[in-house]
């Protein structure tokens, strides 16, 4: 299976994934609003999401997929397993241990990542509660982020990238069962919603544990041992915790200043689901599949076929991320209007978000570019240069988020995110570039320029359409009618910007069928 079409197959799960992500954010939405129930369940989710990156996808997307990568290229897949179960097992032994003193010490955990909470009791102690509940979540996403290191290697993309569509399935049926019991806005929906969390990390956990053991990589627990192995990856996973987890550690850094603000919580956490789903569509599918492609032709000494595909990975990405970024530029209240504004979730609502989800789409093609470039690093089990530039970046936005804040609130928070996400995407293309593990081939420095025209002409368009449908998206227009007109212009905006693509040379349609099919 070749690279991109992987990464199609990631991407069109992450899509089905992102799109029930859409509407369980929509039944939240509906239910919590901006409320304070539903800022008390955002820190909840977020604290174990931040460790589950740091832990996991990023320890041991850096350090365990490549040895992992090598072992079966060069020793078998009997001395791969071997060493995916001495991994598990430690990961195992550690995360328990981590989770139960994280449990205890909860109170006093909450309290630097909620510091705004601190005068708000009620709202302070149902936090608490909530993390604790969310908290085993950790547990679970992490082994089952090393259940989708082994299956990417073995190039069974499939069952990992589906695997977040039952965490979405699972908050949808919260939801339900909220409504079935009608808790409404109150702690009680918001306690639900925890249990539901930790619920998907098992369900999510058994699912891929499945799919290990079908494709002969049954993972279980034994005794932990610390072989020379073991100590390596843990070695080379500590920078990246940090580099790996970037996205995350200035997405806590946004929460925990924001808790000192008046619903600044919720505003950033539904302008993040806007922008995430192009970036888990199309950045992360791209990073999933990269690092063991890169792994594999390195191994293999392979050096131009490794520099062809981070040129091929990085073009697709700006090729698909520039106009995502265009259009929540361009048209974010509109998008917000039709997909948030019901319930509990108000027109004032829509406003205070609106201009978060344009500060945080600048920073998206910097976001994916990120996903392209680390594994440049981290195929040749260089970890620690990724964790400087990472560091950097998370000292950029905590200034800038606490400068942009006074001025701008929410939206200068969203603001440093973007502009920490550039400095981290340019720090790693220089160095990269510097020796000589990547170049921008002649096919990139064409096309480049012809998809930024192409995204900007397609913004230009999407302004036009809104103006012509400024009526579908009123306070006083129906839900069928702001659906109907926020499909005609993201419909239009797609056809627009793959014909001025087409045109201009950017892509052309029958590469990009020719792409996906190789």
């Known amino acids: 299976m070749s690279l991109l079409k992987s990464a199609a197959t990631v991407g069109g799960l992450t899509l089905v994934s992102r799109l029930l992500g859409f509407l369980r954010d929509q039944l939240i939405a509906f239910t919590l609003g901006t409320g304070p129930v539903a800022e008390a369940f955002f820190v909840a989710q977020r604290f174990p999401n931040l460790f589950r990156a740091l832990f996991a996808e990023g320890a041991f997307n850096s350090a365990f997929v490549p040895q992992f990568a090598r072992r079966i290229e060069g020793e078998g897949q009997s001395a791969a397993h071997k060493f995916a179960m001495e991994i598990f097992s430690a990961l195992l032994a550690w995360l328990l241990v981590f989770t139960a003193l994280s449990m205890i010490a909860m109170p006093w955990l909450i309290y630097v990542i909620a510091p705004g909470f601190s005068e708000k009791a009620q709202k302070l102690q149902l936090t608490i509660d909530l993390t604790r509940i969310c908290f085993p979540y950790l547990l679970f996403m992490s082994l089952t982020a090393l259940q989708s290191g082994v299956l990417n290697s073995l190039n069974r993309f499939t069952a990992a990238a589906a695997a977040p569509i039952l965490l979405n399935l699972v908050m949808i049926g919260?939801?339900?069962?909220?409504?079935?019991?009608?808790?409404?806005?109150?702690?009680?929906?918001?306690?639900?919603?925890?249990?539901?969390?930790?619920?998907?990390?098992?369900?999510?956990?058994?699912?891929?544990?499945?799919?290990?053991?079908?494709?002969?990589?049954?993972?279980?627990?034994?005794?932990?041992?610390?072989?020379?192995?073991?100590?390596?990856?843990l070695a080379l996973s500590v920078p990246g915790i940090i580099s790996g987890g970037i996205m995350q550690i200035n997405l806590l850094i946004a929460t925990v200043i924001a808790t000192s603000l008046d619903r600044a919580v919720a505003y950033l956490y539904y302008a993040d689901r806007l922008y995430q789903l192009p970036l888990g569509v199309i950045g992360v599918a791209i990073g999933v599949v990269l690092l063991p492609d890169l792994s594999r032709k390195l191994r293999a000494g392979d050096n131009q076929a490794a520099l062809n595909s981070q040129n091929r990975a990085l073009e697709l990405s700006l090729f698909l991320t520039i106009p995502a970024a265009v259009a929540l530029m361009a048209i974010p209240a509109p998008i917000l209007h039709t997909v948030f504004e019901h319930g509990a979730f108000s027109a004032s609502d829509t406003l205070a978000v609106a201009p978060a989800v344009l500060a945080f789409a600048a920073g998206l093609p910097a976001f994916a570019m990120t996903k392209v470039f680390q594994p440049g690093f981290y195929a040749r089990e260089d970890t620690k240069t990724p964790m400087r530039f990472a560091i950097i970046s998370v000292v950029i936005n905590i200034v800038a988020s606490l400068l942009l804040s006074r001025w701008y609130g929410h939206v200068g928070i969203a603001m440093a995110t973007s502009l920490a996400a550039w400095a981290n995407a340019i720090l790693l293309a220089?160095?990269?570039?510097?020796?000589?593990?990547?170049?921008?081939?002649?096919?990139?420095?064409?096309?480049?320029?012809?998809?930024?025209?192409?995204?900007?002409?397609?913004?230009?368009?999407?302004?036009?359409?809104?103006?012509?449908?400024?009526?579908?998206?009123?306070?006083?227009?129906?839900?069928?009618?702001?659906?109907?007109?926020?499909?005609?212009?993201?419909?239009?905006?797609?056809?627009?910007?793959?014909?001025?693509?087409?045109?201009?040379?950017a892509m052309t349609l029958a590469e990009m069928r020719a792409a996906v099919k190789r």
């Open 174 to 233: 919260s939801n339900i069962l909220a409504w079935a019991l009608g808790t409404g806005n109150s702690a009680a929906t918001g306690y639900i919603f925890a249990w539901g969390v930790s619920l998907a990390g098992v369900a999510q956990f058994l699912l891929l544990a499945i799919a290990c053991k079908r494709a002969g990589m049954p993972l279980f627990p034994k005794w932990p041992t610390f072989s020379p192995d073991v100590k390596k990856v």
């Open 430 to 505: 220089i160095s990269l570039k510097r020796r000589g593990h990547y170049k921008m081939d002649d096919r990139l420095k064409a096309r480049l320029p012809r998809i930024l025209v192409a995204g900007l002409l397609m913004g230009l368009l999407l302004l036009l359409g809104l103006w012509l449908l400024a009526e579908n998206f009123t306070a006083t227009a129906s839900f069928i009618s702001s659906l109907w007109g926020l499909v005609i212009l993201v419909l239009g905006g797609i056809v627009g910007y793959f014909a001025l693509a087409h045109v201009s040379g």
